[in-house]
């Protein structure tokens, strides 16, 4: 059936659109962005006083499929990023078994299919078990359907391994994703290190932990001509390493993830183990340098690093719980929050959640463009709610977010011309 969405506010960036309009979804594609658009048989959806986007693209979550399922699986996992409006995601690679060959990435292409309520792109491993020691199959791989390369959750520590892994990669044309960690540096720390840790008491790790990493691997960038991404971008060094290596014109670009842009390393001083994460929540000082990377372009997207853990797994010593926490479901809430504090104008906002994201990893998505694929989210900017983590799809329920209040909730989720979230089925 024909879908129509009428009389939204229509912002695409990826064709500086931003106007009210109606839109036109046709045999899964978008036919026409136009006042008045329609077909015969046409389902209408009153857009009026909201905001219609192209459908969020995020490319770093861990749907836990294979091996993990306890704590999130692709059904879940998908209806999780339906509800923050993500029509594309990227799942990470360190499942179990890893994915570092051809018959696991076909699992998650397969399994996405099946029950997968958005896009699932697979990011394939760089080395073999994630261990760093040798090179995954990346060509196999990249057959079978991953958009890039990753060890994420672990930093890839070999230098020539590193450099063995851009050199393959852009051959078979993937981007290398780094989770920038010297774990030599890092020691073992589970929180940023600081007076804040001093004063919890907390073994900390340093922010030249992270930008070391990234200087490395930029000049292993320069020398390789490879294309490369940092993963959740973390501090104000790593930031002007990567604004810098854009003025020498290197093929890099950088995701920055909504918790490291709203909360500081003080919030680990409650002991509550959803703001345990890798990396480490920052500095005020950092947080201002994400910001000014997100506003001059430094920073390409958003991303969530959604990271599910079971409750058993987080309800321990602060030391020994897992890191990470889950983020498809409050990103846009949080998000939003640069748009009121004049960081970021709303077309900019969107453009990182979109056309900004879908563009570094060469994914076909991100704007409505005539012909392309009807991923579309309709969203109310006013709506106010208070985040309730018994209320969220994903299996786990580590956000350190809950009771937060914030504005702004998708009301309809389209993939393919195919309504996947809509008002009576949202939590």
Known sequence: MPLVLKGGRVIDPAHDLDRTTDILIKDGAIAAVEPGATAPGARVIDCAG???????????????????????????GTLAAAAGGFTTICCMPNTNPVNDCRSVTD?????AREVGAVRVHPVGA????????????????????????????????????????LEYART????????AEDLNLAAGGVMNEGVHATRAGLRGQPPAAEAVMVVRDLELVAWTGA????????????????????????????????????LTDAACCGYDTSTKCAPPLRTDEDIAALKEGLADGTIDCIATDHAPHAAQEKDVEFDQAAFGMIGLETALGLSLRLVDEKVLTLPELVRKLTSGAARC??????????????DLVIIDVEHRYKVDRALLRSKSRNTPFHGWDLRGRVTHTIVGGKIVLEPGASG
């Not at 699992?107 to 399994?111: A, D, E, G, M, Q």
């Open 172 to 179: 078979f044309g993937l981007v290398v994703v780094q989770h």
């Open 50 to 76: 909201k905001i219609v986007t192209p459908g969020f693209v995020d490319l770093h979550v861990h749907l836990r499929e294979p091996g993990h399922e306890y704590k999130e699986d692709i059904a879940s």
């Open 126 to 165: 760089i080395s073999k078990g994630l261990k760093g020691e040798s090179l995954a199959e990346v060509g196999e791989m990249k057959d079978a359907g991953i958009v890039a390369v990753s060890d994420d959750g672990k930093p890839v520590m070999n230098a020539d391994l590193m450099r063995r892994a």
């Open 107 to 111: 699992l998650i292409v397969r399994r």
């Open 361 to 374: 990893f060469d994914l076909p998505v991100g704007t409505l463009e005539r012909g392309r694929v009807g």
């Open 227 to 262: 294309r490369y991404h940092v993963a959740h971008i973390s501090t104000a060094a790593s930031v002007r390493a990567v604004r810098e290596a854009k003025k020498r014109g290197l093929p890099v670009t950088c995701e920055v993830t909504p918790h490291h842009f709203t």
